[in-house]
């Protein structure tokens, strides 16, 4: 089958450049790149998907998600996520392995891909556990993981607190070629706190988080990478001390990542006056100066990819009342709109933008995707960047409701997704 898209803005993150330029599919692949309207249809077969006033890009890749499937079903699927994945424009998700059982064996992580095989929509990356059962103790077998399916380790929603286990493990992924994703967070420090420790949990009297029980795990992290010179890659950056400890580890050379969520890039903790536990999560929400640093590490590149730490919970969940509410909340149909509000605000250029969400994260994981070319699968998402409209719970196609976005007006929407030259997902278009 042969698909033409013709008429659209073709976005380049890695030439980082936005042209008027058609693209032919034919079968899993992208066939031609040309000037629109060059492309001589040889028969009337052809599909043709008119992309006026639209921008074409690789589909996105989400490399921090919870899909909750194994033992979680009542949250998320790998359906389920699968299908509000691909109406955010995603092609590709790399999933946690906080399940349960948890992903540190092979077999966790064989059933996990049967199951995104069954779904068949789009790419699910396994993140198997740095430590059997994310207890912190004892190293998971890397080599066996890396055999079946695994692209990077993590023991996310958990930090490994011993500094020898952490060591190793950082070794022991840079052998087996996988990324390994640290969860930076003291325990001692965060304690019981349910949000960030500043003027308002003050003045609604609720336990606090500091922005010490981060920074203090980016510091060691950062330190064993250099110490072993082996790579590191940092989760869900909060606060600006954590960005200027990155920022000046990367001019150092020393072999580190980092990623944001866009949560940390539109909301603060003022978000959580009234008690609204769809603005609780884990870092918590900062201060606006905060902020304004995330921001500008995206802008400097000292954050280098945007990935939504999809947390689906049950509505039931979140209504136990602030404190007992679990943290987390869904991303993965918000995360193209709150991303584009970056580059109307001029924060960052499209293509830069996009970088963030697609090649970034795939040259992170290892992973050959992200990025248009001739002879690549086609793997695209076309966007509406000035559709404007009210986030319901009805649309949303995941089987959490847990966003703090819904009721509020967003601008830019995927309307269609592609994965290996099969659309998947199709709004308006």
């Known amino acids: 089958m042969i698909i033409w898209i013709k008429n659209g803005r073709l976005v380049d993150p890695v030439k980082g450049i936005v042209g008027g330029q058609d693209v032919v599919v034919r079968d899993k692949k992208i066939d031609k790149i040309l000037p629109s309207n060059e492309f001589r249809a040889e028969d009337d077969s052809i599909k043709v998907i008119d992309a006026s006033g639209m921008i074409v890009v690789p589909g996105l890749i989400d490399m921090h998600v919870h899909l909750r499937e194994p033992g979680y079903e009542h949250k998320e ?6 299908m509000a994945g691909a109406a955010g424009g ?19 992580t064989a059933l996990i891909l049967d199951s995104a095989h069954k779904a068949d929509l ?3 990356y396994p993140i198997a556990a740095i430590t059997m059962a994310q207890k912190g103790e004892i190293l998971s077998d890397f080599s066996e993981l890396k055999s079946a399916g695994a692209v990077g380790v993590s023991d996310d929603g958990f930090p490994v607190s011993n500094d020898e286990i952490m060591l190793k493990a950082i070794k022991r992924a840079k052998d087996n070629g996988l990324a390994i994703i640290s969860h930076c967070e003291d325990i001692g420090l965060s304690a019981s706190g349910v949000m960030h420790q500043g003027v308002v949990s003050e003045k609604i009297g609720l336990k606090s ?11 060691r992290e950062i ?3 250099a110490d072993s010179g082996c790579p590191v890659h940092i989760a869900h950056v909060s606060t600006a001390g954590s960005v200027l400890i990155i920022k000046k580890a990367k001019e150092a050379g020393i072999p580190v990542t980092a990623e944001t969520a866009p949560h940390y890039f539109s909301l603060d903790h003022t978000a959580v006056i009234g008690y609204n536990a769809n603005a609780k999560m884990n870092p918590p929400l900062r201060t606006p100066e905060d902020v304004t640093a995330i921001k500008q590490a995206l802008a400097e590149d000292v954050i280098d990819v945007i990935a939504t730490d999809h947390a689906p919970h049950s509505p039931a969940e979140k209504a136990l009342g602030f404190e007992k509410a679990p943290f987390g909340i869904i991303g993965l149909e918000t995360a193209l709109p709150l991303t584009l509000a970056l580059v109307r605000e001029g924060v960052l250029s499209l293509p830069k933008a996009i970088q963030k969400l697609t090649c970034s994260p795939a040259s992170i994981l290892g992973i050959d ?5 001739k002879g690549g699968y086609a793997d695209l998402a076309i966007i509406d960047p000035e559709m404007e409209y009210i986030l319901k719970k009805r649309d949303l196609l995941s089987k959490s409701e847990n966003s703090p976005f819904i009721g509020k007006l967003l601008k830019g929407k995927n309307v269609l997704t592609m994965f290996e030259g099969r659309i998947v997902w199709e709004g308006n278009v």
Not at 213 to 219: F, G, I, P
């Open 77 to 82: 699927t790998i359906l389920s996520g699968s």
């Open 223 to 225: 330190s064993l990478a």
């Open 369 to 373: 995707r992200g990025r248009i070319k």
């Open 90 to 108: 995603f092609t590709g998700l790399a999933c946690m392995p906080n399940t349960d059982p948890v992903n540190d064996m092979a077999s966790v």
């Open 122 to 124: 789009i790419n699910i």
């Open 209 to 219: 988080i500091p922005s010490a029980s981060e920074e203090c795990l980016v510091k």
